[in-house]
């Protein structure tokens, strides 16, 4: 796992110093403590850190071909790259190192662009082609690795972390209304759009050339989910169970000790169950003191019963507190998932024993794990209205009172699933944005619909169920721009390489043609993937219902955390916040109200976001 950096400027230009490249990585050094290198060739820098995983004696970056003609720098795993590695050299490909990186650079030699198709594994690369004088570049099919870029005055500037394109001289620091305003529905920036104007990811299974003419970007790869009924539930348990397996054995991959993360559920317990047959493990969980909110005790069964060497960690109130406004600047922009501040912990405690680590990520949107994807099936009875009553019924409902028993239920009821499910979280609806923002009421009623992100998704599935309708949404936003980005950003601060087994192109080639109704089953999510492990994941694990990464934070935001939260809010004034609903959410929150724990954390991580990158502003 490393960073890289890459700046090409224009001709005529000024050539790209070493000194600059230098900037841009150095501010990034933990993603790559072991090494660092540099390239320059007039117009074209490339900058990289190193975390040595892989062939560690060898494999420095930036790397180049027998001729030097191409220059890599390369972030990420390529776990077939041995398979690679062999059909290059038995077409005439010669070898300096044995690392997978360099299997990249050939299979690029061998077949341009479309040497991506070829790669299972996690990635994001540059390659300076000096023959063609451009660059090309990707990003791995799931979004695991991230890949940031913007236009200069000079060209563009490409960066796995934001904070390293900011080193550029001039490049503007300023925050984006649009992106603004979709994150305080999201709870995270959808690609390609950042918090930063100007600055864009690069979205995933994507690849982009540079050159003269400028940027060009092109789709290699489309997740599709093409549900096949006519085999059986047992089938499918099979095929899950083999490439899960296959996916586990090949994630192992590394020169450098060896890891995986252990909560109370049944992904990172598959994951850990697979990965104990191969190898003795540490396995690692985080906690808190309140009882209601740590799955430590089920974690530690689990590590029992599978015999693995466990570790594990609470946090306290204070500590999480005092940490954010660190995790808010590795970041780089916010992301108002309060788990992501668990996994910054969790990180920490791995990294004093191990480098990789496995984890479970990916788990719920290749087979249906969250649990409002039960609710098309408990919204059934409004098929039956009709459709013209609905939008009126809906405008009756929204005139009861908050917190009144049925009013949220008529209210979803009579929205198309367009219009209500936007991801994992919709935290302030386009009516409630107005109030909770100070910016331009028109600007906001122009630009506050976030469905206008998800239309395009909902497009491309509009002949599946609803459920997978739900999914095919959460892969292409909440996966890449919650759960993948805040396990980059926060293994990535403690120089920890993070593995994610079910993202895995033959795990998907799965898991894409299994039917709604053999993961919502019983009652219960992921319902096929329990069975296919049932016999090796401890009982107690199979059969407990999903509680993601709980954290007290309704009862910190009503306690320990009041007064610092109300004196943020009053001391980062920001035209991009009204302060007075804050503090009005803050106290009907700690009286017992309404619950707006998720509301206020997203005000609170765009604001200390805000005091890193733009103080004073």
């Not at 970056?61 to 030097?68: A, F, I, K």
């Not at 990172?268 to 009882?291: M, N, P, Q, R, W």
């Not at 922009?333 to 788990?339: H, I, K, L, N």
């Not at 630009?447 to 999914?471: F, H, I, K, W």
Request: aromatic residues 12%.
């Amino acid at each position: 796992m490393c960073g890289i950096v890459a700046v090409y400027h224009r001709q005529p230009a000024e050539a790209v110093q070493e000194a600059l490249l230098a900037r841009m990585t150095a501010v990034m050094a933990h993603r790559g403590p072991d090494d660092s290198g540099f390239y320059s060739s007039q117009n074209v820098g490339l900058g990289f850190r190193r975390l040595s995983i892989i062939d560690l004696s060898t494999g420095h970056q930036p790397m180049s071909n027998e001729d030097g003609t191409l220059w890599l720098v390369f972030n990420g795993e390529i776990y077939n790259y041995l398979e690679l590695r062999e059909g290059l050299l038995a077409q005439g490909h010669k070898f300096s190192t044995n690392t997978d990186s360099e299997v990249v650079l050939h299979l690029y030699e061998e077949y341009g662009a479309d040497c991506v198709n070829r790669l299972r594994g996690m990635f994001a690369f540059i390659i300076h082609d000096q023959k063609r004088d451009e660059l090309f570049g990707a990003r791995d099919h799931f979004g695991i690795k991230p890949l940031y870029y913007a236009e200069c005055g000079q060209g563009f500037l490409f960066a796995s972390e934001i904070k390293s394109l900011l080193e550029y001289p001039g490049l503007q620091r300023e925050i984006s209304p649009t992106a603004f305003l979709n994150y305080l529905t999201f709870q995270y920036v959808p690609e390609p759009e950042t918090m930063f104007a100007g600055i864009s990811k690069l979205p995933p299974a994507s690849s982009f050339t540079l050159d003269a003419r400028g940027l060009a970007i092109r789709r290699y790869f489309q997740l599709e989910f093409r549900p096949d009924p006519s085999r059986s539930l047992d089938d499918y348990a099979q095929e899950i169970r083999a490439a899960m397996d296959d996916s586990v054995r090949m994630h192992r991959m590394s020169d450098v000790p060896r890891g995986a993360f252990l909560s109370g559920g049944v992904d990172s317990s598959v994951i850990c169950a697979l990965f104990k047959k191969y190898e003795d493990i540490h396995t690692f969980s985080v906690g808190y003191a309140e009882e209601d909110y740590s799955e430590l005790g089920v974690a530690a069964e689990t590590a029992q019963r599978l015999g693995t060497r466990h570790h594990e960690y609470k946090i306290s109130a204070s500590e999480y507190w005092d940490t954010l406004p660190k995790l808010a600047w590795h970041q780089d922009e916010p992301v108002a998932d309060p788990s992501a501040i668990s996994l910054y912990f969790l990180a920490r405690m791995a990294r004093e024993y191990i480098t990789v680590v496995l984890s479970g990520e990916g788990a719920d949107e290749l087979f249906g794990g969250y649990n409002i994807y039960h609710e098309p099936l408990s919204l059934r009875p409004f098929r039956y209205l009709p459709d013209a009553l609905k939008p009126a019924l809906r405008s009756a409902a929204s005139w009861l009172p908050k917190g009144l028993k049925g009013r949220s239920y008529l209210m979803r009821g009579c929205t198309p699933l367009e219009k209500r499910f936007y991801g994992n979280a919709n935290i302030f609806p386009p009516e409630e944005k107005r109030l909770v923002s100070q910016l331009d009421r028109q600007f906001i009623r122009a630009n506050g619909d976030s469905s206008r992100v998800t239309a395009p998704y909902y497009r491309l599935c509009e002949a599946l169920d609803d459920p997978l309708r739900m999914q095919f949404i959460d892969l292409h936003t909440w996966l890449p721009g919650n759960i993948l980005m805040k396990a980059d950003k926060m293994t990535m601060a403690n120089s920890l390489e993070l593995r994610v087994p079910f993202l895995d192109k033959e795990v998907w080639a799965v898991a894409a043609r299994i039917p709604t109704a053999y993961k919502l089953a019983q009652g219960t999510t992921k319902y096929v993937l329990r069975q296919a492990f049932s016999d090796v994941v401890p009982a107690h694990v199979v059969d407990k219902r999903k509680l993601g990464f709980p954290v007290p934070l309704r009862s910190w935001l009503k306690k320990e955390f009041f007064a610092p939260v109300r004196d943020l809010v009053k001391d980062t004034p920001t035209e991009f916040i009204d302060p007075h609903y804050v503090l009005k959410m803050l106290i009907d929150h700690r009286n017992g109200r309404f619950d707006h724990s998720r509301q206020i954390w997203a005000v609170v991580m765009f604001l200390l976001w805000k005091r890193q990158y733009l103080p004073g502003r």
